[in-house]
């Protein structure tokens, strides 16, 4: 879960107020209790993006708990320190370039490059020339973990400084998602 301390905060506020799901669920309009009950529980144990819980739903059971945005704010920002000061711990760690290749719809391979490469400007050459050799796949080359390069179908390559918020290839089967990372 990302937001540690912005949940733990979330739930010390509506413990001390001694707030159950099911009162947020009937200040709430809510006729099924449960259901409301069964999204708040999800996001205080996994986070919002786990939840099932829209955004606006989410400020309007801060609202019924009392929750001081500033301070929700100050946590927010905690979180995200920790998360970029971990991002840049992990950046700075040795890192073998690999490329992830789509072959065809829900299946992607992670292909590390040959050792006899050493910079990006090789591994990029590389990554390039292994697309238009094999029926111009697309593929994702990593360079580092904060350096991503997009060779598309067409040829085209896109730069993409990566950072811990940053989108990674994926593929989903129904609702599971199978991600692609630089880790």
Not at 39 to 47: L, N, P, S, V
Not at 86 to 94: H, L, Y
Not at 134 to 144: Q, T
């Amino acid at each position: 879960m990302r937001y540690n301390h912005t949940i733990a905060y979330i739930v010390h506020i509506r413990k001390s107020k001694r707030i159950s799901y099911g009162d947020i669920g009937s200040a709430l309009g809510y006729k099924n209790i449960n259901k409301i009950a069964n999204k708040i529980a999800k996001m205080e144990h996994f986070g919002l993006d786990e939840s099932g819980l829209s955004k606006e739903m989410f400020y309007r059971i801060l609202d019924v708990i009392g929750i001081d945005r500033d301070e929700l704010q100050k946590m927010v920002d905690l979180d995200n320190k920790i998360i970029h000061d971990k991002f840049e711990e992990e950046a700075a760690k040795p890192f073998d370039m690999f490329m992830i290749v789509r072959y065809m719809a829900a299946f992607y391979v992670k292909k590390y490059l040959p050792k006899e490469i050493k910079s990006a400007k090789e591994g990029l050459e590389y990554a390039k020339k292994f697309s238009r050799e094999n029926n111009n796949l697309k593929v994702w080359f990593y360079a580092s973990r904060k350096l991503m390069y997009i060779i598309d179908q067409d040829g085209s390559c896109r730069e993409q400084v990566l950072d811990p918020f940053t989108p990674q290839p994926f593929m989903q089967i129904g609702n599971k998602r199978f991600l692609f990372s630089a880790d």
